[in-house]
């Protein structure tokens, strides 16, 4: 039992300093990219759609570095099925998600496209150089085709409102100050990273579970809180679109950057459960948020309620599969 405390200690106080660590480094971040006239475009793809996956792209490379792929691509992973099975869930259900943008309705099936190609690369059970290379190509694809799509929605577009609303809020933050929230948000993202890793690790030792597991369930709802605080919080402002933006562009970091880290700096062979259990059910919840997300005759582009209890329920439902696949190794 003593030998349990501090690893789970350093994953607790991991959890909570990268969640902090991780909003602080996006408004700097965004903040420093206004006081520089970096385009509302750029910031909207790159900072707001994307650094939301910063804690998962940190905990991917740190632990790629320890020799434990499967806790990166289970994060990966992991992260994406409680994007949309907790995060947009959750939303859904404290407030129905419209979908007035046009944009996100071109991002949706990108996204599963993304998905789809992540999964045959995944097909032999390895990650190998050459798949961090294809992801990377495919992240850098990937912005250009969502700025591209950006600059062809127009002004009124819900999504391009709800961005510029966020940015009026960050602008405010000095650039002095944006320039320590940018660095010590990294620096603190880094070390809470590290302990996050290090507890991880430890605790599946200790209880003898794969890193996967591990990364499947702690590390991917911790490095996913981000998320759900941005998404309670874009609801209860009417920010649907925004919310719902941050999560295409975190599921598409995730498989295209996240999973990229592993392959390129410790290529290894996969449990064979992340390929045969976890990538289906990943690949499920993305196909679910698009038919839920999608207008269909009669109704308009909205996830109600319902839908959200779906989800949760879905999600809650694939963590008590990961416990009787642990109880049963164990």
Same mark, same amino acid.
């Given at each position: 039992?003593?030998?349990?405390?501090?690893?789970?200690?350093?994953?607790?106080?991991?959890?909570?300093?990268?969640?902090?660590?991780?909003?602080?480094?996006?408004?700097?971040?965004?903040?420093?990219?206004?006081?520089?006239?970096?385009?509302?475009?750029?910031?909207?793809?790159?900072?707001?759609?994307?650094?939301?996956?910063?804690?998962?792209?940190?905990?991917?490379?740190?632990?790629?570095?320890?020799?434990?792929?499967?806790?990166?691509?289970?994060?990966?992973?992991?992260?994406? !099925? #409680?994007?949309?099975?907790? /995060?947009?869930? &959750?939303?859904?259900? @404290? $407030?129905? =998600?419209?979908?007035?943008?046009?944009?996100?309705?071109?991002?949706?099936?990108?996204?599963?496209?993304?998905?789809?190609?992540?999964?045959?690369?995944?097909?032999?059970?390895?990650?190998?150089?050459?798949?961090?290379?294809?992801?990377?190509?495919?992240?850098?694809?990937?912005?250009?085709?969502?700025?591209?799509?950006?600059?062809?929605?127009?002004?009124?577009?819900?999504?391009?409102?709800?961005?510029?609303?966020?940015?009026?809020?960050?602008?405010?933050?000095?650039?002095?100050?944006?320039?320590?929230?940018?660095?010590?948000?990294?620096?603190?993202?880094?070390?809470?990273?590290?302990?996050?890793?290090?507890?991880?690790?430890? !605790? #599946?030792?200790?209880?003898? /579970?794969?890193? &996967?597991?591990?990364? @499947? $369930?702690? =590390?991917?709802?911790?490095?996913?809180?981000?998320?759900?605080?941005?998404?309670?919080?874009?609801?209860?402002?009417?920010?649907?679109?925004?919310?719902?933006?941050?999560?295409?562009?975190?599921?598409?970091?995730?498989?295209?950057?996240?999973?990229?880290?592993?392959?390129?700096?410790?290529?290894?062979?996969?449990?064979?459960?992340?390929?045969?259990?976890?990538?289906?059910?990943?690949?499920?919840?993305?196909?679910?948020?698009?038919?839920?997300?999608?207008?269909?005759?009669?109704?308009?582009?909205?996830?109600?309620?319902?839908?959200?209890?779906?989800?949760?329920?879905?999600?809650?439902?694939?963590?008590?599969?990961?416990?009787?696949?642990?109880?049963?190794?164990?």
């Amino acid at each position: 039992m003593n030998e349990l405390l501090l690893p789970a200690i350093a994953l607790l106080i991991g959890l909570v300093l990268l969640v902090k660590s991780a909003d602080i480094f996006i408004e700097g971040a965004a903040s420093t990219a206004i006081h520089l006239n970096v385009s509302t475009l750029i910031i909207g793809v790159l900072v707001l759609g994307f650094g939301t996956s910063m804690p998962e792209v940190i905990v991917s490379i740190l632990a790629a570095l320890d020799h434990a792929p499967e806790l990166a691509v289970g994060n990966a992973i992991g992260s994406n !099925i #409680a994007n949309v099975g907790l /995060v947009l869930g &959750a939303t859904a259900l @404290l $407030t129905p =998600v419209m979908v007035q943008s046009g944009v996100l309705r071109r991002e949706l099936p990108l996204l599963l496209v993304i998905t789809i190609l992540a999964g045959l690369l995944l097909l032999d059970g390895e990650l190998q150089r050459i798949d961090g290379i294809l992801l990377l190509l495919g992240l850098f694809g990937s912005m250009a085709w969502m700025i591209h799509i950006n600059r062809q929605s127009e002004p009124t577009d819900p999504l391009e409102q709800e961005i510029q609303h966020e940015l009026q809020e960050v602008a405010r933050i000095p650039l002095k100050k944006a320039l320590i929230w940018t660095i010590g948000g990294l620096i603190v993202l880094m070390l809470s990273a590290r302990m996050m890793v290090w507890g991880a690790v430890e !605790i #599946a030792d200790i209880f003898g /579970v794969s890193e &996967a597991i591990i990364g @499947l $369930t702690i =590390v991917a709802i911790g490095t996913s809180l981000p998320e759900l605080a941005a998404g309670i919080t874009a609801a209860r402002k009417g920010e649907a679109d925004l919310m719902l933006g941050n999560i295409l562009g975190s599921n598409m970091f995730n498989l295209l950057a996240v999973m990229a880290m592993p392959a390129l700096i410790y290529p290894a062979s996969l449990n064979g459960d992340i390929i045969v259990r976890d990538y289906p059910i990943m690949l499920g919840f993305t196909l679910a948020m698009l038919i839920f997300a999608l207008p269909r005759p009669g109704r308009p582009a909205h996830i109600n309620r319902l839908e959200g209890a779906l989800l949760m329920g879905a999600f809650f439902g694939y963590l008590l599969l990961l416990y009787f696949a642990t109880v049963k190794t164990l």
